[in-house]
């Protein structure tokens, strides 16, 4: 049997007892490391499991998954995925292999940020599509998400937006220099860096979508004992510090509720304007 | 502390390992027991804590907090919900109200239906806003979700429907003739049902969003063992069986991918139709 296993968000200790329960008694545990990570890294998991852990990087997940699978039709795999194992489209293709060579597969299910960010009091059902910000570059910026944010905000819906990790980064410059092959360290969008790209493809596009006085939500480490909450106009949190990641952002919609803004009051960087603006612009039922 | 903390979807055994920690130690025990249930009862969950839990039903929650915050600021409370804590408003309200009597709250969250639909193979990033349905009456027929429906099918997104629930309903029959209080068994309403009320209101309000020809998928005891999934249109559903609650219908929308399509066909009431409607119809990248 392959198992799909949610890690859920921040500590090892989040995994479900019945999840746990699978991974001392499967013969080979994955972990995939490249859509999302815990606020713990392999060794804790490794140590809180008495398991040994196989890294799976994209290019295993995805040019090599017969090695994962090897097997699972006699013995248990275990495939951790953090949050949900469902949060990402590639697992489901690995699935679906599995369904193919007649290999069978239980999800067992967990937090992920697309219902965490209900800590920061917005309603779940008043939310849209999510959608993804990549980090831009000098000659790579990509608007993809422009659109979607736009339909979101059309019917006054908020819209979560996952920030960008880059994992297994190899170093170009020391490769061009040198010839030898390096990998940069991890590195994770924060709400400050997402914030002003919003800024910037707004000026640029001017949609009306993503303005800096647009209201927002910045929050850094949904589910741990640490987690922030930043709330306010996109351009104030272009200056928000929310500390280590994970980061996520928030654009709010018009169609909030005043329990929402009762909620978040308290995390504004300056409440008295995150009342006016909302009870201005925002809470508009339809 | 007032923990929030998230029951998963299925068995006593989803509680993340943190989870049962806070449970085994906290003072108190409630177990919020009207917004959703686990495919378990009050029973398992007791043997397995190895803990007393007091039912807090909607009225003790929402009239009667301060008896579920007594005492919070000095000892441990635990306030279990089914799926992740931020599912429901009402908790967001209870949360509120700790916060006005100083009492710190924590949230672990877990697997919720809104993620947990990734198990079917539609991807997350496709879906809009998340409707309810409530079984129909002689003389109360609600289409509030209607125009929800519409502005996700408008955009091309799928749309999570959940499906009703009576827990704790008077029997007024009774009540009438004999003058006894008593509660009727637990009802959950099934696809079957849901689909047919959508059919029902597409012949009344002809908007083309949810005919008997509308592609659909439903599902039932999602993360459990004997998750089952049936995809077809909006007609077929009307006649399917998924057996035991708790039942979820997602309408599909026109913006999906081939792999989503190429998972749920093994899953179709008659596969060729299934593909050819998914062909003609959907899979549209906008």
Redesign the interface.
């Known amino acids: 049997m392959l198992y799909f296993i949610?890690l859920?968000?921040a500590?090892e200790?989040?995994?479900?007892?019945?999840g746990?329960?699978v991974v001392k008694k499967a013969d080979r545990v994955y972990l995939e490391s490249y859509t999302a990570v815990l606020l713990v890294g392999k060794g804790e998991l490794e140590a809180f499991y008495g398991r040994d852990i196989i890294l799976a990087d994209r290019e295993m997940v995805e040019s090599q998954s017969d090695d994962i699978l090897k097997d699972a039709d006699k013995v248990d795999v275990a495939f951790l995925v953090v949050g949900?194992?469902?949060?990402a489209?590639t697992h489901?293709?690995l699935?679906?292999r599995a369904?193919q060579q007649s290999i069978p597969t239980?999800?067992?299910?967990?937090?992920?940020i697309?219902?965490?960010i209900?800590?920061t009091?917005l309603?779940?059902?008043?939310?849209?599509?999510?959608?993804?910000m990549v980090w831009f570059t000098d000659n790579w910026r990509p608007t993809s998400w422009y659109p979607r944010l736009q339909?979101n905000t059309s019917?006054g819906?908020h819209t979560l937006i996952l920030l960008d990790i880059k994992v297994k980064e190899p170093d170009l410059d020391l490769l061009a220099r040198t010839g030898r092959m390096k990998y940069l360290p991890p590195r994770f969008m924060t709400v400050a860096e997402c914030a002003k790209q919003m800024v910037e493809v707004e000026d640029e596009l001017k949609g009306g979508v993503c303005g800096k006085d647009a209201l927002a939500v910045g929050v850094s480490r949904?589910?741990s004992?640490d987690?922030q909450i930043v709330a306010g106009t996109l351009g104030q949190l272009c200056q928000a510090d929310l500390g280590k990641p994970l980061h996520s952002l928030v654009l709010v919609g018009r169609r909030g509720?005043e329990?929402?803004r009762?909620?978040l009051e308290?995390f504004a960087v300056d409440k008295e304007l995150f009342r006016e603006l909302w009870d201005s612009k925002y809470g508009k039922q339809t």
């Open positions: 949610g859920g968000l500590s200790k989040d995994i479900s007892v019945a746990l329960e949900d194992p469902f949060g489209t489901t293709d699935s679906l369904r239980r999800t067992l299910p967990n937090a992920s697309l219902t965490g209900g800590a009091g309603s779940l059902y008043n939310f849209g599509q999510t959608i993804s339909e019917i819906l949904v589910g004992e987690m509720h329990i929402e009762d909620f308290e």
